[in-house]
Structures are given as C-alpha cells and as structure tokens.
Nanobody
C-alpha cells in the first residue's frame, strides 16, 4: 500500500558531494519519522540520520557536520545532503519511514537501496 523510492546515488571522488532523495507514495495518511541507513559490504546496516515529523534530527557520529537530513512534507520526501564524502561512506543507502496509511495501519517501510561509492 505504501512504498519508498530512492534516487541520487552514484560514484563520486573523495571530498565530493551527493544528494539522495526518497519519495513515499501510496495510500498515505501521515508520515512520522523518516531516516537513512547504510550497509557496507560485510557490515551490519547502521543508522546514518533520522528526522522526526517535528523536524528534530539525529546523526551518526561519523557523519555529523558533513551530512544533512531534511524533509518536504508536502512532497512526502526526505533528502540526505552528503558533503566531504570519504571512501568509508561507500555503502548501499536505504531510506526508511514510519508511515500511517489511510486505513490507519502503520508500516515500517524500506526503500530498495541506492549505491553510493566514494573513490579515493
């Protein structure tokens, strides 16, 4: 009933920037928290950044000062601006959102993932 579609990944040199987008669609009544996670090869998925419906944010220590999460509630979209990228930021980035549908069911929803590769 609800889904997330990510875009904006790619290959960038160290020190460069990328902007990820994630749009929610379907039978949406409201969207609570939205966030970005990442998973590097051989590692567990980890939180990168999260933004609540009231716009409060939290970040992984490894990305503080370099990444910025934001959301456009009118477009049901969350963004991740990534600056000063490092090779260790290389991972598949996943969008996540807590979505309440029009049937008042709540879904912990994940996107399909987008690859971010940072070359040294």
């Amino acid at each position: 009933q609800v889904q997330l579609v990510e875009s904006g990944g790619g290959l960038v040199q160290a020190g460069g920037s990328l902007r990820l987008s994630c749009a929610a669609s379907g039978s949406i009544f409201s969207i609570n928290a939205m966030g970005w996670y990442r998973q590097a090869p051989g590692k567990q998925r980890e939180l990168v950044a999260r933004i609540e419906s009231g716009a409060s944010t939290n970040y992984a220590d490894s990305v503080k000062g370099r990444f910025t999460i934001s959301r456009d509630n009118a477009k049901n979209t969350v963004y991740l601006q990534m600056n000063s990228l490092k090779p260790e930021d290389t991972a598949v980035y996943y969008c996540n959102a807590d979505i309440s549908s029009t049937s008042r069911k709540t879904y912990d929803t994940w996107g399909q993932g987008t690859q971010v590769t940072v070359s040294s």
